[in-house]
Nanobody, 128 residues
Framework: QVHLVESGGGLVQAGGSLRLSCATS????????MGWFRQAPGKQREFVAG????????FYTDSVRGRFTISRDNAKKMTYLRMNNLKPEDTAIYYC?????????????????????WGQGTQVTVSS
């Protein structure tokens, strides 16, 4: 069993920055590939970023590429999402998720059904 807890969300003005953190407990963290997803009001959950278990592969949705950076610290069992130049359309609940990829393909990381464990989410609100 893997337990995930997100933190770092909040209210920020457009153009500002936040760093989300995801703390992991339970199974061996370095065995898991990690993803960040978000869900805005009235919309489906969408993929934001993913990182392979060793950090060698990262993937981003087009709307955040160049602004967001996903990283992980296996020794601390932490996953991070650095978000710069935030826009009002980034407003959503952000979730981290853990799973075991069968290939280092973007398609796996984008698919929320591939992840076995999810956190409760942290709210990010960007004001214009």
């Amino acid at each position: 069993q893997v337990h995930l807890v997100e933190s770092g969300g909040g209210l920020v003005q457009a153009g500002g920055s936040l760093r989300l953190s995801c703390a992991t407990s339970g199974q061996i963290f370095s065995n898991y590939d990690m993803g960040w997803f978000r869900q805005a009001p009235g919309k489906q959950r969408e993929f934001v970023a993913g990182i392979s278990e060793n950090g060698a592969y990262t993937f981003y949705t087009d709307s955040v590429r160049g602004r967001f950076t996903i990283s992980r610290d296996n020794a601390k069992k932490m996953t991070y999402l650095r978000m710069n130049n935030l826009k009002p359309e980034d407003t959503a609940i952000y979730y981290c998720a853990a799973g075991t990829a069968y290939s280092y393909q973007r398609s796996w990381f984008e698919n929320s059904s591939e992840y076995s464990y999810w956190g409760q989410g942290t709210q990010v609100t960007v004001s214009s």
